[in-house]
């Protein structure tokens, strides 16, 4: 480690003296010590996904009844046959990219407006007293029980359910910014006082970084919320949408269908958080992995 | 920087009449009382005093955080009122903003100044390359030690060249080891830059180490009960 200064140097930088080129042999072992953990917990998770698998797969072919009665539920390969033709099925794509857009369009609202309104509501005492108590009435109820009033606010069916997911994300948002607000640590907003930053640049600078985790954590919570409102409204009020597609597929006494339905929606909403988690890492380029 | 170099040196501070008080709820609480302290341009002052004395009220007072019940604290002549990078300030708790490396740190005084990105990255290298902390200059705060986050923090200080630095025991939560190499760097940082320090410690060896001028201070209601001028050669024999 070069050092320029003259004053002697605490001993702080490790060594990472590089020894002579290690083998490639050297160079695996030593990535699978590395890595031992990791890998660990990809075959134990494999394995375990196989077992479940295995045990719907014996319960449903048996048609186990015992307590829960098996006798309708779908096999996994009746699943998987359902599955390869909903693959060519445009109808089915289609309820997939609605709810997707559904849950696009009603979250991304959810953040434009509960982000901005958290930290608002974060730094001007005034604004807190006001909204706060509306928000606490309001929070508790749970989307679903929106949808009545949904069906009356919005003149189409298509809006009332982005309303829904709108409001299932909205509340855990604008929870967690405000969280991450009144977290700021005042020393951070001293410093950046001596420093010559002024109240907008505190905001840009102090405020709105430190928020960031929570605002993420809000994120989460929120895009995990919004797919359990957006399910539930396309249950109950839906044409279209991959809820609308298990609920009719109950109907219809489809019952693979209902089993890639639930399936469906699992990976989309898995799928949708690792994205945020991604998004996560990359506005936060300091937090440790 | 060049048009400060050729006026008389600046960066006195007086302190003068000074108390604080705060309400309670069994009245007002006198935290210092009829205090009065000065930094000459260039000078180094230690405050001493056991934890609860108000030191730190008093230095926050001088930073600008906290308006004094009566009295005047005054830089050159002007009084303060808020908190300025005319007087920059190191904290006992590490401060360094953690979502900027540790240039982007250097670089937040002079960004807030409104300087080009090109000309404050260049300056905050410079000023870098004096601490010892060029190789650092893209790790996050997170990967540094102790020691370092708080030679950061005094760099990040001097970064937009104040007047008088206020330091509230920057070393209070180093181990044995890093203070004196922190207080050697100091030292020599403030020796290069002439600057005046005003320095809150509880520690009575650093104070004189590093002092031309030490106040010792009482606790309720804290007030300064002796003024003790350091010779050059007690100094080095403190340690």
């Known amino acids: ?289 | 920087m060049n048009e400060v170099r050729t006026k008389p040196p600046l960066g006195r501070i007086e302190v003068s009449n000074f108390s604080l008080s705060y309400e309670s709820i069994d009245g007002a609480v006198q935290a210092v009382t009829d205090t009065r302290i000065h930094v000459d341009p260039g000078e180094f002052v230690s405050i001493v005093g056991p934890s609860g004395c108000g030191k730190s009220t008093l230095l926050n007072a001088v930073a600008g955080f906290l308006k004094p019940t009566t009295g005047v604290v005054t830089v050159d002549g002007e009084p303060v009122n808020g908190p300025s990078a005319e007087r920059g300030m190191v904290f006992q708790q590490y401060s360094l903003f953690p979502w900027k490396t540790v240039r982007e740190n250097v670089e937040f005084g002079l960004k807030m100044r409104g300087m080009p990105r090109s000309q404050r990255e260049r300056a905050a290298r410079t000023l870098l390359g004096l601490a010892g902390l060029e190789a650092f200059e893209k790790h996050y705060p997170e990967r540094l030690s102790g020691g370092m986050k708080q030679r950061v923090g005094i760099v990040r200080a001097l970064a937009t060249g104040p007047k008088v630095l206020l330091l509230d025991e920057p070393f209070g939560a180093l181990d044995a080891q890093t203070r004196v190499i922190m207080q050697q760097i100091l030292t020599n940082m403030w020796q290069r830059l002439k600057i005046s320090v005003l320095f809150v410690t509880h520690d009575i060896d650093e104070a004189i180490f590093l002092s031309d001028r030490v106040y010792c201070m009482t606790a309720r209601p804290g007030s300064i009960k002796a003024e003790i001028p350091i010779p050059l050669d007690a100094r080095g024999s403190s340690r």
Not at chain 1, 78 to 86: E, G, I, L
Not at chain 1, 182 to 190: A, H, M, Q, T, W
């Open chain 1, 1 to 289: 480690m070069p050092s320029a200064g003259a004053e002697t140097k605490p001993a702080v930088a490790s060594a990472m003296t590089p020894g002579p080129t290690p083998s490639f042999a050297a160079l695996a072992r030593r990535w699978y010590r590395l890595n031992q953990a990791g890998l660990r917990a990809a075959v134990i998770g494999a394995i375990s996904l196989a077992a479940f698998l295995v045990v719907w797969h014996l319960l449903t072919t048996y048609r186990v009844v015992f307590f829960v009665r098996f006798v309708n539920v779908p096999t996994p390969l009746a699943v998987y046959a359902s599955f390869t033709k909903a693959m060519h099925d445009p109808k089915f794509l289609m309820h997939l990219l609605l709810s997707c857009r559904r849950i696009f369009i009603g979250f991304s609202l959810a953040a434009i407006v509960g982000v901005p309104l958290g930290l608002i509501m974060g730094r001007f005492k005034l604004v807190h007293e006001a909204v706060f108590p509306v928000a606490e009435v309001l929070r508790p109820i749970p989307a679903i029980a929106w949808v009545p009033m949904a069906i009356m606010l919005w003149p189409t069916n298509e809006q009332s359910i982005v309303f829904i997911t709108f409001l299932g994300s909205f509340f855990p948002i604008l929870v967690n910014t405000l969280h991450g607000m009144s977290l700021v640590d005042p020393v951070l907003v001293r410093a950046a006082q001596c420093l010559g930053a002024r109240e907008r640049s505190i905001f840009r600078e102090v405020y709105f970084p430190a928020s960031l985790p929570h605002i993420f954590t809000g994120l989460t919570v929120g895009m995990g919320v919004a797919w359990v409102s957006l399910i539930a409204a396309e249950m109950i009020s839906g044409q279209y949408g991959i809820g609308y597609f298990t609920w009719e597929a109950y109907s219809l006494v489809q019952y693979a269908d209902i089993a890639l339905g639930m399936i469906a929606i699992g990976v989309l909403g898995l799928a949708s958080s690792l994205l945020i988690r991604a998004a996560g890492r990359l506005v936060m380029p300091w937090r440790p992995k």
